[in-house]
C-alpha cells in the first residue's frame, strides 16, 4: 500500500474522530457517550459467543497469579458491560474502571449475574491515568478491546506495569492491523476514519503487539490469531499475558 494513502487515511481518522471533532462540532458528542454504552453491552453477546473458546483459553490460567492464601486481585481496564466476568475465578476481588460513567447500569447488569466475584470499587478514569490505584497493588490487570481506542496505549502499559505486583501479570485480547499484503490491511486504512467515529475511537489499523513488546516487562507470552466469524475489519487478534 503506498505510504502516501496511508497517511491520508490517518489524517482523514484525525480530521472526523480523534477526539471526535465531528460529533463536537455538531453538538452530539454528549448523546452518543450515553448510547454507547447500550450498543455496546448488546454487541457484547454477540463478540462473546463467537470468542468464548478463546477467552477461555486466555483466562485459563488467572489462578497461577493468585497470592499464597489463594486471593486474587484483579483489575480491569476499560471494563464496560462486564462482559469478562464470567471467566474469572471463583472468589477473585475486581476492581473495575472505566472512562464512560454511562456504562455502570450495565455494569451492575453483569455483577448481578455473576456472583461468583467480589466487586471492589467503580472507578471512572482512563487507562492513560490511574493515579487513584496504588504501586503494586494488584495482581492481575485484564484488557481486552481498549488498546484499539486508547490515546496513548505506551502510557497505558506503563499505568498497568506500576499497579501490578512483582511477578504479576497482564492479560490482553485486542484486534490489530492486518498483514500488508491483504486485502483486510487495505480495508482497514480505507474504512478506519468511518470505524473510528462509531466505534467510539477505534482503531483498526494499530500495530499494537509492538507496543507490548516495548513494555518492559519480564516475560511476553503472545500468540496471532484470526477470531472467528467476526467481521473482517477485526479479524486479526492478538492474545497473550505479560508477566512483571
Known amino acids: 500500500m503506498q505510504p502516501c494513502f496511508m497517511k491520508f487515511c490517518r489524517l482523514l481518522c484525525f480530521a472526523f474522530s480523534s477526539p471526535f471533532y465531528l460529533l463536537q462540532f ?11 454504552p447500550f450498543l455496546a453491552y448488546n454487541v457484547t453477546f454477540s463478540y462473546n459467543d463467537k470468542t468464548h473458546k478463546l477467552k477461555r483459553e486466555l483466562f485459563r490460567n ?3 497469579f493468585a497470592n499464597a492464601d489463594g486471593t486474587l486481585r484483579l483489575l480491569e481496564i476499560g471494563c464496560g458491560s462486564g462482559a469478562n466476568f464470567r471467566f474469572y475465578p471463583y472468589g477473585c476481588t475486581v476492581i473495575c474502571t472505566d472512562p464512560n460513567p454511562h456504562m455502570e447500569p ?19 478514569l482512563s487507562g492513560e491515568d490511574m493515579r487513584e490505584v496504588e504501586d503494586e497493588s494488584v495482581d492481575v490487570v485484564v484488557c481486552t478491546l481498549v488498546l484499539c481506542s486508547v490515546n496513548n496505549v505506551e502510557r497505558v502499559l ?4 506500576r499497579i501490578l505486583r512483582n511477578g504479576g501479570a497482564l492479560y490482553f485480547l485486542e484486534h490489530v492491523v492486518s498483514d500488508p499484503s491483504t486485502w483486510t490491511h487495505f480495508c482497514q486504512y480505507v474504512f478506519e476514519p468511518l470505524w473510528c467515529l462509531l466505534g467510539d475511537g477505534c482503531m483498526v489499523t494499530r500495530a499494537t503487539w509492538k507496543d507490548l513488546e516495548a513494555a518492559g516487562f519480564a516475560e511476553l507470552h503472545l500468540k496471532h490469531i484470526e477470531a472467528p466469524e467476526v467481521s473482517l475489519m477485526i479479524r486479526p487478534h492478538i492474545m497473550g499475558y505479560l508477566i512483571k
Open 26 to 36: 455538531i453538538g452530539l458528542r454528549g448523546m452518543y457517550k450515553r448510547v454507547f
Open 106 to 124: 450495565y455494569l451492575r447488569m453483569s455483577m448481578e449475574a455473576n456472583k461468583h466475584l467480589t466487586y471492589d470499587e467503580m472507578l471512572v
Open 62 to 64: 488467572l489462578g497461577r
Open 158 to 161: 506503563q499505568e498497568a506495569r
